[in-house]
C-alpha cells in the first residue's frame, strides 16, 4: 500500500484565492511526522510546514496551514491568498517512527498553477 | 550563507561509465540524503547516512554508491550497474536530534545518459 497518496496530479487557483492539497497516509506507527515540500520549476526541493503526530494543534507557518485530521489519515495542505510564485509542484512526505528515523516516503505530488 | 550545494548541475554519462555526483553541506547537520526523482514521481531514497563513516541502503541502491568521509560531504556515485541513472537526484542534510528532523534540500543534479 502506497504510505502517501495524494489524488490530484493537478489544481488551478485564482490569483488571491485559497487552495487545498489533499493528501492522505498511511501508517500503523503511533508516532510520525508529515510535511509539505515545494518544488518550483528550477528542482530544489523547499520546506513548508511540519506537522508531528502527536501534535494537538494544526500546523501554521505564514500563508500556509496544514489541516490534520488524525483519524482520517489526512494532512492537507490549505495555501491562503495565492500569489503567482506559488505555482510550482507540492510533496506530501511522512517520516515514520522516532525523531532519529530517516526515511522519508512522498506521494507523487500535485502541480498547482496559480491563474491571475 | 549555509546551505546544501549540489553539482554539477548538468551531468552526462557514457554507456559503462562511473559518475560521481558531489554534495556539500556547511549546516552542520549530522544526517546526509540521496533520493532519486522519476518524472511525474515524488521522491525515492538511495543511501542516508546518519554520521562519519556510516551510511545504509535506502530502497532503491543497487547499482550505486556512496562515502562518508568528512561531516560535509555525502558523494554519490551512479555506478555501470545502474541500468536507467536517467534521473532527477536530490541531496539532502538534517539534524537528527532535532524534535523535527526536517530534510533540507539542494538544487539537484539532472543525469543524462549519452
Known amino acids: 500500500a502506497q504510505k502517501i497518496t495524494q489524488t490530484q496530479p493537478g489544481m488551478f487557483v485564482q490569483e488571491k484565492e485559497a487552495v487545498t492539497l489533499d493528501c492522505t497516509y498511511d501508517t500503523s506507527d503511533p508516532s510520525y511526522g508529515l510535511f509539505w515540500y515545494k518544488q518550483p520549476s528550477s528542482g530544489e526541493m523547499i520546506f513548508l510546514i511540519y506537522?508531528?503526530?502527536?501534535?494537538?494543534q494544526n500546523a501554521t507557518e505564514g500563508r500556509y496551514s496544514l489541516n490534520f485530521q488524525k483519524a482520517r489519515k489526512s494532512a492537507n495542505l490549505v495555501i491562503s491568498a495565492s500569489q503567482l510564485g506559488d505555482s510550482a509542484m507540492y510533496f506530501c512526505a511522512m517520516r515514520e517512527g522516532q525523531t532519529g528515523a530517516n526515511n522519508l516516503f512522498f506521494g507523487t505530488g500535485t502541480r498547482l498553477t496559480v491563474i491571475p | 550563507d549555509g546551505g546544501i550545494t549540489q553539482s554539477p548541475k548538468y551531468l552526462f554519462r557514457k554507456e559503462g561509465q562511473n559518475v560521481t555526483l558531489s554534495c556539500e553541506q556547511n549546516?552542520?547537520?549530522?544526517?546526509m540524503y540521496w533520493y532519486r526523482q522519476d518524472p511525474g514521481q515524488g521522491l525515492r531514497l538511495i543511501y542516508y547516512s546518519q554520521i562519519v563513516n556510516d551510511f545504509q541502503k535506502g530502497d532503491i541502491a543497487e547499482g550505486y554508491s556512496v562515502s562518508r568521509e568528512k561531516k560535509e560531504s555525502f558523494p554519490l556515485t551512479v555506478t555501470s550497474a545502474q541500468k536507467n541513472p536517467t534521473a532527477f537526484y536530490l541531496c539532502a542534510s538534517s539534524h537528527r536530534q532535532l524534535a523535527k528532523n526536517i530534510q533540507y534540500f539542494g538544487a539537484g543534479t539532472r543525469l543524462s545518459v549519452l
Open positions: 549546516l552542520n547537520h549530522d544526517a
Open positions: 506537522q508531528g503526530s502527536y501534535d494537538q
